[in-house]
């Protein structure tokens, strides 16, 4: 069965350093990969998808990148801010339009 | 927000009582879905309908049931809850081109 790993919990980084999450998955090779971001007492709101044939995507201070081989994504954010406290989920599409997404890890910047 | 709201936001109730849980969407998409987010486990998907009528199991489709018989609602259904059914529940929608998916903001079911 499909196993999604995202590197840690929880990730406690200064404001304005750069943010690096880890996604990690087994047993299948997606066509795409997405981010999300959940804050406390939400839903889970979109950010990024990266194909499968795309090295790396950005938008605005976000940057993903799929390396397919190492069957690995990793989201950055640059510049942190306080506001960007919360935590990041990474989701493989699993084919019949289904979405298989890893536990997620908690982001904390530190002002 | 995507135009999707759920309803009771909130729920308790006690174990072997019927729940339904209400999704609704103003997009008019074709697809649904409901998940489940535990500590430990993250997102699950319980069930997911590719339009009206049509509805297929996920990962953790026991103890669940759902129906669709509006594009706009989608329904999830405990039969009769159990404890281990305490969870915040959440409903998605997605146009179904990329599978970019839309949340609504969830329903807390604690069972007693």
């Known amino acids: 069965s499909q196993k999604i790993e995202q590197n840690s919990e929880a990730l406690n980084i200064q404001e304005g350093k750069t943010a690096t999450l880890t996604c990690n998955y087994t047993n299948y090779s997606p066509a795409y990969l997405q981010w999300y971001r959940q804050d406390p007492g939400r839903g889970p709101v979109f950010l990024l998808l990266?194909?499968?044939?795309?090295k790396e995507k950005r938008k605005e201070r976000l940057k993903v990148t799929f390396d397919t081989t190492l069957k690995q994504s990793l989201f950055h954010i640059t510049a942190s801010q306080p506001a960007d406290s919360a935590t990041y989920l990474c989701a493989l599409e699993t084919g019949a339009n289904n979405l298989f997404f890893g536990t997620g890890t908690r982001l904390t910047v530190i002002p | 927000d995507a135009g999707i709201t759920q309803s009771p936001r909130h729920k308790v109730t006690e174990t072997g009582t019927p729940v339904t849980l209400r999704c609704h969407q103003t997009?008019?998409?074709?697809?649904m879905y409901w998940y489940r987010q535990d500590p430990g486990h993250g997102l699950r998907l319980i069930h997911y309908?590719?339009?009206?009528?049509?509805?297929d199991k996920g990962e953790v489709s026991d103890g669940y049931s759902v129906s669709r018989s509006k594009t706009e609602d989608f329904l999830l259904t405990l039969e009769s809850a159990t404890s281990s059914q305490t969870s915040v529940y959440f409903c998605?929608?997605?146009?179904?081109?990329?599978?970019?998916?839309?949340f609504g903001p969830g329903t807390r079911l604690t069972v007693l």
């Open positions: 998605a929608i997605t146009s179904g081109e990329v599978d970019t998916q839309y």
């Open positions: 309908s590719y339009g009206v009528k049509d509805t």
């Open positions: 997009e008019n998409h074709r697809y």
């Open positions: 990266i194909r499968e044939n795309e």
